[in-house]
């Protein structure tokens, strides 16, 4: 296979497996952040507050792997 | 296909070449500029309606900057306002025929984060003098001083990658929607990039209030202020 092939598969690799991982931990921190609205409405603030921030540390590994992804298919250093 | 990491000029202006993303940007914040400055001259004590709408936004994002830093929010409320604001059009553009989104290229969301960079040290070093923000470096022991440096990069980079991956893959999600189903079917899409627009400039506000909330704070919380 030439090198375009192999980077176009590694793209669809990258973005499969890499968002797998992001994807449960964004539902582990949603449930339990659901969970902890639910016995103590009064901090909803505080606690959605401190869940969009998690969300969005969890959500970089996610973007890490599109942008190896994109980088394979538009920047990519050994195809020429 | 072009590539979405590649920004071509429109023109030249002598060796500078400007592209339609700086253009819509300039757009944007002259719009944003001339607005604030009409809106607030003529302040009264008893508030119009459109001071009182003005009034609402400041003191919404001053109530946001006071529960996370725990502080006055006064001197952080321009830098977070301005970003919030910007972003907020900066993203729903979109929605205008003709126009892009500047924070779907990569210099917009470099030059945002870059901001964020150097205000963490303007109001780091401003908080606690420059020995003793530097001070924070290697604190608990100077073994940690290169992962701090290393933690700094990334996150400035993390923040960069953030708003553009997500901006510029939905446009990228519409784009495959448009050119598989006709007309109705793009529609809903694009009302769920209006609401991803504003979810990403909110948490880019939060992150550079958090980030800069870190750099003013250096002594280690006590029992009783714990951030919960």
Redesign the interface.
Known sequence: MTVQAWSILGAVVAVCFGAIGPAFAEGRAIASAMEAIARQPE?G??IS?TL??G???I??IA??C??IA??L???NPFAH | MSSPLVETPLFHLGPVPIAGSVLTSFAITAVLGASSYFLTRRLALKPSTTQAAVELVVSVVDDQVRDVLRRDPAPYTPLVGTLFIYLIVANSIEVVPMLHSPTARLETTMALALIVFFSVYFYGIRANGLRGYLRHFIEPSPLIAPIHILSEATRTFALMMRLLGNIMSHGLVLAIVVSLAGLLVPIPVMAFGLFVGLVQAYIFAILATVYVGAAVETEPPTSKEVRT
């Open positions: 901090a603030g505080t507050r969009f921030v969300l969005a540390m959500e970089a973007i890490y599109l942008v994109l980088v298919l538009f920047a």
